[in-house]
């Protein structure tokens, strides 16, 4: 049986190890916050080592200042106890995170910002086929102990952040800059020396 493996991508002078990180950044570029590649590598509790693939900085709101990201298009049980150990998670209900990360899936699609919450919601509450005990893609979980979804956008300020699930917390997104932000990252074409523009949006 052949296996199908990922397509390596340039963005901005970094080679991604797939299009799917590439198309992150460029939605981290669209949020306008400033991100590095796999800046560092990390000896785990267990002897195992494990290297992120984003750490974010100038994070607003519940989000921390600096935020490390994970970008999974699929999810093994391997991942899920590295991704575990790096965040120092004791259990759901400790609130104790040593490394803050979030982790999220695919990019989130949809025509308005109901659909985009809907795609953070069903992977948030639901994770990945098959991992039974997290970490969940887009959930304050690894973030800071709270189950509870996370939906990445821009605030009103302009700036990133993560957003709880309920409209306390989404008053303050900026439904317009968001939903471009992940059109941006969707459109984004890497083929033929293809190279995604961030300063507009069709």
Not at 90 to 101: H, R, V
């Amino acid at each position: 049986m052949s296996t199908i493996t990922a397509i390596p991508t340039e963005y901005k002078g970094y080679r991604f190890r797939s299009r799917l990180e590439a198309r992150w950044a460029v939605f981290f570029d669209a949020c306008r916050v400033k991100w590095e590649y796999e800046p560092e590598g990390f000896a785990l509790p267990n002897g195992q080592f494990y290297l992120p693939d984003f750490l974010l900085h100038g994070c607003d709101g519940r989000s921390p200042t600096d935020l490390y990201v994970e970008v999974k298009g699929k999810m093994t049980e391997a991942d899920a106890e590295k991704i575990l150990q790096f965040s120092g998670i004791k259990d759901i209900q400790s609130y104790e995170i040593k490394n803050p990360i979030l982790v999220v899936a695919g990019i989130p699609d949809g025509d308005c910002i109901s659909d985009i919450e809907d795609f953070c919601q069903e992977w948030g509450y639901y994770g990945f086929p098959g991992i039974k005990h997290g970490p969940y893609p887009f959930n304050f979980e690894t973030i800071d102990g709270d189950y509870f979804v996370a939906h990445p956008g821009v605030n009103k300020k302009g700036q990133f952040e993560l957003f709880g699930d309920d409209s306390n917390y989404t008053y303050d997104r900026d439904d317009i800059a968001t939903l471009r932000a992940f059109k941006l990252a969707r459109q984004a074409r890497f083929e033929h020396g293809e190279r995604p523009r961030i300063g507009r949006c069709t």
